[in-house]
Protein backbone atom coordinates (compact mmCIF):
# COMPACT_ATOMS: atom_id res chain seq x y z
CA UNK A 1 0.00 0.00 0.00
CA UNK A 2 0.70 3.72 -0.58
CA UNK A 3 3.41 5.60 1.77
CA UNK A 4 1.82 7.87 4.03
CA UNK A 5 3.06 11.53 5.42
CA UNK A 6 2.62 12.11 8.76
CA UNK A 7 3.90 14.27 11.97
CA UNK A 8 4.25 13.10 15.34
CA UNK A 9 4.51 15.77 17.76
CA UNK A 10 5.67 15.32 21.53
CA UNK A 11 6.57 18.58 23.65
CA UNK A 12 8.70 16.78 25.95
CA UNK A 13 12.76 16.80 26.40
CA UNK A 14 13.48 14.10 28.85
CA UNK A 15 13.68 10.53 28.02
CA UNK A 16 10.37 9.88 30.83
CA UNK A 17 6.93 9.63 30.31
CA UNK A 18 6.15 9.41 26.46
CA UNK A 19 9.44 9.91 24.89
CA UNK A 20 11.34 6.21 24.16
CA UNK A 21 7.47 4.88 23.02
CA UNK A 22 6.91 8.14 20.62
CA UNK A 23 10.71 6.85 18.98
CA UNK A 24 9.95 3.18 19.27
CA UNK A 25 6.88 4.29 17.13
CA UNK A 26 7.91 6.36 14.58
CA UNK A 27 10.97 4.17 14.05
CA UNK A 28 8.19 1.16 13.07
CA UNK A 29 6.59 3.16 11.17
CA UNK A 30 9.45 4.56 9.09
CA UNK A 31 10.57 0.40 8.82
CA UNK A 32 7.14 0.20 7.28
CA UNK A 33 8.10 3.12 4.60
CA UNK A 34 6.32 5.79 5.65
CA UNK A 35 7.35 9.62 5.65
CA UNK A 36 7.60 10.73 9.58
CA UNK A 37 8.54 14.04 10.32
CA UNK A 38 9.03 14.46 14.39
CA UNK A 39 8.71 18.03 16.32
CA UNK A 40 10.39 17.62 20.11
CA UNK A 41 11.56 20.28 22.45
CA UNK A 42 14.94 20.82 21.98
CA UNK A 43 18.49 20.88 23.54
CA UNK A 44 17.68 17.63 25.92
CA UNK A 45 17.84 13.66 25.15
CA UNK A 46 15.03 13.00 23.77
CA UNK A 47 16.26 15.30 20.54
CA UNK A 48 19.58 13.93 20.87
CA UNK A 49 18.09 10.13 20.61
CA UNK A 50 16.10 11.36 17.63
CA UNK A 51 19.03 12.65 16.01
CA UNK A 52 21.13 9.57 16.50
CA UNK A 53 18.63 7.64 15.12
CA UNK A 54 18.41 9.30 11.75
CA UNK A 55 14.96 10.66 12.50
CA UNK A 56 13.87 13.91 10.09
CA UNK A 57 13.11 16.56 13.04
CA UNK A 58 11.21 19.59 12.21
CA UNK A 59 13.61 22.28 13.09
CA UNK A 60 11.90 25.41 13.61
CA UNK A 61 9.49 23.66 15.75
CA UNK A 62 9.96 25.14 19.46
CA UNK A 63 6.99 22.91 21.40
CA UNK A 64 8.35 24.33 25.07
CA UNK A 65 5.40 24.50 27.08
CA UNK A 66 6.91 27.72 29.13
CA UNK A 67 7.85 30.06 26.17
CA UNK A 68 7.00 33.47 25.34
CA UNK A 69 3.34 34.06 23.54
CA UNK A 70 5.52 35.15 20.72
CA UNK A 71 7.25 31.48 20.33
CA UNK A 72 3.88 29.96 20.59
CA UNK A 73 2.52 32.00 18.22
CA UNK A 74 5.37 31.63 15.66
CA UNK A 75 4.95 27.91 16.20
CA UNK A 76 1.63 27.84 15.03
CA UNK A 77 2.56 29.45 11.84
CA UNK A 78 5.26 26.99 11.53
CA UNK A 79 3.12 23.98 12.03
CA UNK A 80 0.30 25.27 9.53
CA UNK A 81 2.91 26.12 6.84
CA UNK A 82 4.56 22.84 7.39
CA UNK A 83 0.96 20.76 7.24
CA UNK A 84 0.38 22.20 3.94
CA UNK A 85 4.06 22.21 2.43
CA UNK A 86 4.61 18.86 3.29
CA UNK A 87 1.14 17.49 2.31
CA UNK A 88 0.79 15.75 5.65
CA UNK A 89 -2.12 13.32 6.08
CA UNK A 90 -1.71 12.26 9.58
CA UNK A 91 -0.67 14.72 12.60
CA UNK A 92 -0.35 12.48 15.68
CA UNK A 93 0.43 13.86 18.73
CA UNK A 94 1.47 12.67 22.48
CA UNK A 95 0.79 15.36 25.14
CA UNK A 96 -1.76 18.55 25.64
CA UNK A 97 0.57 20.89 24.54
CA UNK A 98 1.04 19.85 21.33
CA UNK A 99 -2.24 18.76 20.81
CA UNK A 100 -3.61 21.99 21.57
CA UNK A 101 -1.44 23.89 18.94
CA UNK A 102 -1.79 21.21 16.26
CA UNK A 103 -5.77 21.24 17.23
CA UNK A 104 -5.39 25.14 15.95
CA UNK A 105 -2.45 24.79 13.40
CA UNK A 106 -4.73 22.54 11.66
CA UNK A 107 -7.22 24.99 10.53
CA UNK A 108 -8.94 23.80 7.26
CA UNK A 109 -6.52 21.32 6.29
CA UNK A 110 -7.52 17.64 5.29
CA UNK A 111 -5.22 16.29 7.44
CA UNK A 112 -6.42 14.08 10.14
CA UNK A 113 -5.69 14.78 13.67
CA UNK A 114 -4.73 11.47 16.15
CA UNK A 115 -3.63 11.80 20.08
CA UNK A 116 -2.44 9.02 22.06
CA UNK A 117 -3.36 9.35 25.64
CA UNK A 118 0.05 7.88 27.55
CA UNK A 119 -1.61 8.67 31.10
CA UNK A 120 -4.77 8.50 32.06
CA UNK A 121 -4.95 11.81 33.94
CA UNK A 122 -4.01 13.24 30.04
CA UNK A 123 -7.79 13.04 29.67
CA UNK A 124 -10.07 16.03 30.79
CA UNK A 125 -13.50 16.27 30.34
CA UNK A 126 -13.88 20.27 30.97
CA UNK A 127 -15.82 22.26 28.15
CA UNK A 128 -12.36 23.52 26.40
CA UNK A 129 -11.03 19.99 26.23
CA UNK A 130 -14.34 18.67 24.84
CA UNK A 131 -13.94 21.24 22.41
CA UNK A 132 -10.71 19.99 21.48
CA UNK A 133 -11.67 16.32 21.52
CA UNK A 134 -14.31 17.21 18.91
CA UNK A 135 -11.99 18.17 16.49
CA UNK A 136 -9.91 15.24 16.90
CA UNK A 137 -10.40 12.35 14.64
CA UNK A 138 -9.12 9.04 16.97
CA UNK A 139 -7.64 9.02 20.42
CA UNK A 140 -5.49 5.72 21.07
CA UNK A 141 -4.96 4.62 25.25
CA UNK A 142 -1.92 2.77 26.13
CA UNK A 143 -3.95 0.83 28.85
CA UNK A 144 -7.38 0.12 29.78
CA UNK A 145 -7.73 2.88 32.40
CA UNK A 146 -7.07 4.71 30.29
CA UNK A 147 -9.34 3.91 27.30
CA UNK A 148 -11.93 3.82 30.13
CA UNK A 149 -11.59 7.61 30.82
CA UNK A 150 -11.63 8.36 27.13
CA UNK A 151 -14.97 6.62 26.97
CA UNK A 152 -16.48 9.97 28.70
CA UNK A 153 -15.15 12.27 25.46
CA UNK A 154 -14.79 9.97 22.61
CA UNK A 155 -17.08 7.98 21.12
CA UNK A 156 -16.58 4.15 20.25
CA UNK A 157 -15.35 4.77 16.76
CA UNK A 158 -13.34 7.48 17.57
CA UNK A 159 -11.12 5.21 20.58
CA UNK A 160 -8.66 2.81 20.17
CA UNK A 161 -6.55 0.87 22.49
CA UNK A 162 -3.23 -0.37 21.87
CA UNK A 163 -0.64 -1.11 24.04
CA UNK A 164 3.21 -0.54 24.27
CA UNK A 165 6.18 -2.43 22.34
CA UNK A 166 9.67 -3.17 23.32
CA UNK A 167 12.97 -3.24 21.33
CA UNK A 168 13.17 -7.35 21.18
CA UNK A 169 16.78 -7.39 19.63
CA UNK A 170 17.70 -5.11 22.95
CA UNK A 171 16.81 -7.96 25.09
CA UNK A 172 18.58 -11.37 22.93
CA UNK A 173 18.20 -14.41 24.71
CA UNK A 174 21.09 -15.29 27.09
CA UNK A 175 21.85 -12.25 28.36
CA UNK A 176 24.67 -12.14 30.79
CA UNK A 177 24.18 -10.34 33.99
CA UNK A 178 27.79 -11.37 35.68
CA UNK A 179 28.92 -8.12 34.91
CA UNK A 180 26.44 -6.27 37.26
CA UNK A 181 27.06 -8.36 39.98
CA UNK A 182 30.01 -8.08 40.67
CA UNK A 183 29.82 -4.44 39.85
CA UNK A 184 27.59 -4.29 43.01
CA UNK A 185 29.28 -6.68 45.20
CA UNK A 186 25.88 -8.99 44.71
CA UNK A 187 27.98 -12.74 43.65
CA UNK A 188 25.61 -15.69 43.80
CA UNK A 189 22.56 -14.42 45.67
CA UNK A 190 19.50 -14.36 44.76
CA UNK A 191 18.33 -10.83 43.40
CA UNK A 192 14.82 -8.84 43.36
CA UNK A 193 15.24 -5.90 41.39
CA UNK A 194 12.85 -2.75 40.20
CA UNK A 195 13.68 0.10 37.01
CA UNK A 196 11.87 3.20 37.61
CA UNK A 197 12.14 7.05 38.47
CA UNK A 198 12.91 6.81 41.74
CA UNK A 199 10.17 9.86 42.76
CA UNK A 200 6.58 9.03 44.92
CA UNK A 201 3.60 6.53 43.58
CA UNK A 202 6.32 4.12 42.05
CA UNK A 203 6.08 1.90 44.84
CA UNK A 204 9.72 1.75 45.90
CA UNK A 205 8.72 2.11 49.72
CA UNK A 206 6.10 -0.77 49.24
CA UNK A 207 8.62 -2.78 47.86
CA UNK A 208 11.63 -2.14 50.13
CA UNK A 209 9.34 -2.85 53.09
CA UNK A 210 8.36 -6.47 51.69
CA UNK A 211 12.19 -6.91 51.03
CA UNK A 212 12.85 -6.05 54.77
CA UNK A 213 10.25 -9.10 55.36
CA UNK A 214 11.92 -11.44 52.97
CA UNK A 215 15.38 -10.72 54.68
CA UNK A 216 13.96 -12.24 57.81
CA UNK A 217 13.32 -15.67 56.09
CA UNK A 218 15.66 -15.77 53.59
CA UNK A 219 18.97 -13.48 54.41
CA UNK A 220 21.03 -14.12 51.48
CA UNK A 221 18.69 -11.97 49.12
CA UNK A 222 19.67 -9.12 47.65
CA UNK A 223 17.29 -5.79 46.16
CA UNK A 224 18.81 -3.96 42.73
CA UNK A 225 16.68 -0.85 42.50
CA UNK A 226 17.85 0.61 38.79
CA UNK A 227 16.98 4.31 38.28
CA UNK A 228 17.69 8.06 39.68
CA UNK A 229 15.33 10.77 40.71
CA UNK A 230 14.66 13.17 43.43
CA UNK A 231 13.08 10.37 45.65
CA UNK A 232 16.60 8.65 45.95
CA UNK A 233 17.71 9.80 49.88
CA UNK A 234 14.25 9.01 51.27
CA UNK A 235 14.70 5.63 49.78
CA UNK A 236 18.11 5.50 51.10
CA UNK A 237 16.67 6.94 54.28
CA UNK A 238 14.27 3.97 54.45
CA UNK A 239 16.91 1.37 54.01
CA UNK A 240 19.26 2.66 56.55
CA UNK A 241 16.19 2.54 59.10
CA UNK A 242 15.22 -1.27 58.28
CA UNK A 243 19.11 -2.38 58.34
CA UNK A 244 19.17 -3.13 54.59
CA UNK A 245 22.01 -1.29 54.11
CA UNK A 246 24.26 -4.74 53.73
CA UNK A 247 21.49 -6.10 51.25
CA UNK A 248 20.45 -3.23 48.96
CA UNK A 249 22.20 -1.36 45.98
CA UNK A 250 20.82 1.62 44.13
CA UNK A 251 22.53 1.28 40.55
CA UNK A 252 21.59 4.47 39.49
CA UNK A 253 20.70 5.11 36.02
CA UNK A 254 21.42 2.48 33.49
CA UNK A 255 21.32 2.88 29.82
CA UNK A 256 23.44 0.96 27.30
CA UNK A 257 23.52 -2.06 30.18
CA UNK A 258 20.43 -2.08 30.62
CA UNK A 259 19.50 -5.41 29.48
CA UNK A 260 22.52 -6.39 31.75
CA UNK A 261 21.52 -4.77 34.69
CA UNK A 262 17.98 -7.23 33.88
CA UNK A 263 19.64 -10.11 33.35
CA UNK A 264 21.08 -9.71 36.94
CA UNK A 265 17.94 -10.00 38.61
CA UNK A 266 16.28 -13.07 39.70
CA UNK A 267 13.02 -11.64 39.58
CA UNK A 268 11.64 -8.19 38.47
CA UNK A 269 9.04 -5.94 40.67
CA UNK A 270 7.21 -2.94 39.62
CA UNK A 271 4.18 -1.32 41.99
CA UNK A 272 3.19 1.70 39.90
CA UNK A 273 2.83 2.72 36.84
CA UNK A 274 4.39 5.88 36.04
CA UNK A 275 4.59 8.75 33.97
CA UNK A 276 3.38 6.20 30.69
CA UNK A 277 1.58 3.70 31.45
CA UNK A 278 1.99 1.10 28.99
CA UNK A 279 4.63 0.20 32.21
CA UNK A 280 7.78 -0.31 29.36
CA UNK A 281 9.71 -1.36 32.65
CA UNK A 282 7.76 -4.66 32.73
CA UNK A 283 7.63 -5.15 29.06
CA UNK A 284 11.65 -5.35 28.66
CA UNK A 285 11.85 -7.40 32.44
CA UNK A 286 9.79 -9.65 30.14
CA UNK A 287 11.80 -9.28 27.06
CA UNK A 288 14.41 -10.28 29.52
CA UNK A 289 13.15 -13.64 30.17
CA UNK A 290 12.69 -12.41 34.03
CA UNK A 291 9.62 -13.31 35.76
CA UNK A 292 7.49 -10.19 36.60
CA UNK A 293 5.87 -8.91 40.08
CA UNK A 294 3.09 -6.23 39.45
CA UNK A 295 0.49 -3.86 40.84
CA UNK A 296 -2.91 -3.65 39.12
CA UNK A 297 -1.71 -0.31 37.69
CA UNK A 298 -1.56 1.40 34.42
CA UNK A 299 -1.44 -1.26 31.99
CA UNK A 300 0.32 -4.16 34.21
CA UNK A 301 -2.50 -5.75 34.45
CA UNK A 302 -2.92 -6.55 31.00
CA UNK A 303 1.03 -6.98 30.44
CA UNK A 304 1.27 -9.61 32.83
CA UNK A 305 -0.47 -13.22 33.19
CA UNK A 306 -1.21 -13.80 36.48
CA UNK A 307 0.56 -17.32 37.56
CA UNK A 308 1.38 -17.92 33.69
CA UNK A 309 4.75 -14.60 33.42
CA UNK A 310 4.41 -13.33 36.75
CA UNK A 311 1.80 -12.25 39.59
CA UNK A 312 -0.17 -9.40 40.21
CA UNK A 313 -0.70 -7.94 43.71
CA UNK A 314 -3.47 -6.43 45.09
CA UNK A 315 -3.52 -3.05 47.10
CA UNK A 316 -0.45 -2.28 49.42
CA UNK A 317 0.21 -5.62 51.26
CA UNK A 318 3.88 -5.93 51.81
CA UNK A 319 3.70 -9.23 53.42
CA UNK A 320 1.80 -10.74 50.29
CA UNK A 321 4.69 -9.02 47.75
CA UNK A 322 7.09 -10.70 49.99
CA UNK A 323 5.76 -13.97 49.62
CA UNK A 324 5.57 -13.62 46.21
CA UNK A 325 8.83 -12.79 45.89
CA UNK A 326 10.28 -15.68 47.97
CA UNK A 327 8.14 -18.68 46.21
CA UNK A 328 10.36 -16.92 43.18
CA UNK A 329 13.76 -16.79 44.89
CA UNK A 330 13.92 -20.25 45.80
CA UNK A 331 12.43 -21.71 43.20
CA UNK A 332 14.47 -21.31 39.95
CA UNK A 333 12.68 -23.45 38.01
CA UNK A 334 9.57 -21.54 38.40
CA UNK A 335 11.08 -18.44 38.14
CA UNK A 336 12.66 -19.58 34.61
CA UNK A 337 9.21 -21.15 33.77
CA UNK A 338 7.51 -17.74 34.24
CA UNK A 339 10.32 -15.79 32.71
CA UNK A 340 10.32 -17.64 29.26
CA UNK A 341 7.03 -17.52 28.80
CA UNK A 342 7.01 -14.00 29.60
CA UNK A 343 9.48 -13.07 26.74
CA UNK A 344 6.96 -15.32 24.59
CA UNK A 345 4.15 -13.19 25.37
CA UNK A 346 5.73 -9.87 24.29
CA UNK A 347 7.15 -11.38 21.07
CA UNK A 348 3.48 -12.22 20.22
CA UNK A 349 1.76 -9.43 21.77
CA UNK A 350 4.40 -6.52 22.27
CA UNK A 351 6.92 -6.58 19.41
CA UNK A 352 7.63 -2.81 17.65
CA UNK A 353 6.34 -3.81 13.91
CA UNK A 354 3.09 -5.50 15.35
CA UNK A 355 2.19 -2.20 17.26
CA UNK A 356 3.15 0.14 13.69
CA UNK A 357 0.90 -1.89 11.54
CA UNK A 358 -2.09 -1.76 13.93
CA UNK A 359 -1.38 2.48 13.89
CA UNK A 360 -1.17 2.30 10.11
CA UNK A 361 -4.36 0.57 10.45
CA UNK A 362 -6.06 3.73 12.25
CA UNK A 363 -4.37 6.03 9.99
CA UNK A 364 -5.62 4.93 6.95
CA UNK A 365 -9.15 4.35 8.47
CA UNK A 366 -9.13 7.73 9.32
CA UNK A 367 -8.10 8.44 5.37
CA UNK A 368 -10.66 6.41 3.96
CA UNK A 369 -8.21 3.78 2.65
CA UNK A 370 -9.73 1.00 4.85
CA UNK A 371 -7.03 -1.77 6.14
Keep these: MRPLRVLHLAANRWWTGSADPVITLVRG ?3 RGHRVLLG ?40 RRLIRSEGIEIVHTHLS ?37 RRTDAAIAVAGPIERRLA ?23 LDGRAIRAELGLG ?5 GTVGRLVPGRGHDLLIEAFARLRGRLPVARLLIVGKGEGR ?3 EAEIRRLGLEDAARFAGY ?36 RPVLAARAGALPETVVDGETGWLVEGRDPEAVAARIET ?11 GAAGRQRVEAAFAPARQAARVEAIYRDLLGEGR
Design 29 to 31: LRE
Design 40 to 79: CIRGDRLEATARGEGLPLVERLSLDRTAHPFRLARDLVVL
Design 97 to 133: HDHWLAGLARGGAPARLLRTFHRAAAVKADPLHRWLY
Design 152 to 174: AVFPADRRHRIGGAVDLARFPPG
Design 188 to 192: EAPVV
Design 233 to 235: PGL
Design 254 to 289: READLPAALAAMDCFVLLGAGSEESCRAALEAMAAG
Design 328 to 338: LLTDPERARRM
